[in-house]
Nanobody
Framework: VQLQASGGGSVQPGGSLRLSCAAS????????VAWFRQVSGKEREGVSC????????DYADSVKGRFTISRDNARNAVYLQMNSLKPEDTGTYYC?????????????????WGQGTQVTVSS
């Protein structure tokens, strides 16, 4: 059972990245998947969540209108499209799964995490 986050990188402000969260050993179909990000010395912050039925929870206020979460059950993957990136989006991004509905997606609700992928936004 493994989650693999990928797609991070270094971009200039205003740029875009698409993060992918792929699962192996189990099907994502039955789980909500959330993206979190963390900056060194700060708590892990929930960014977005999508339920097993494709219902999207509230985006973090700081990313509303810029980030979009989606899922492709045929590929057993969830994506986070990040547009208009800002320096404050810099951090390590993690995906995680849980049997929740995304109305609340605090990190404590998630027991299965992928390794992080680094996103750096700077000029």
């Amino acid at each position: 059972v493994q989650l693999q986050a990928s797609g991070g990188g270094s971009v200039q402000p205003g740029g875009s990245l698409r993060l992918s969260c792929a699962a192996s050993g189990f099907l994502l179909d039955y789980y909500a998947v959330a993206w979190f990000r963390q900056v060194s010395g700060k708590e892990r912050e929930g960014v977005s969540c999508i339920s097993d039925r494709g219902v999207i929870g509230d985006y973090a206020d700081s990313v509303k209108g810029r980030f979009t979460i989606s899922r492709d059950n045929a590929r057993n993957a969830v994506y986070l499209q990040m547009n208009s990136l800002k320096p404050e989006d810099t951090g390590t991004y993690y995906c995680a799964v849980a049997a929740i509905d995304c109305s609340d997606y605090g990190p404590g609700l998630f027991s299965a995490w992928g390794q992080g992928t680094q996103v750096t936004v700077s000029s």
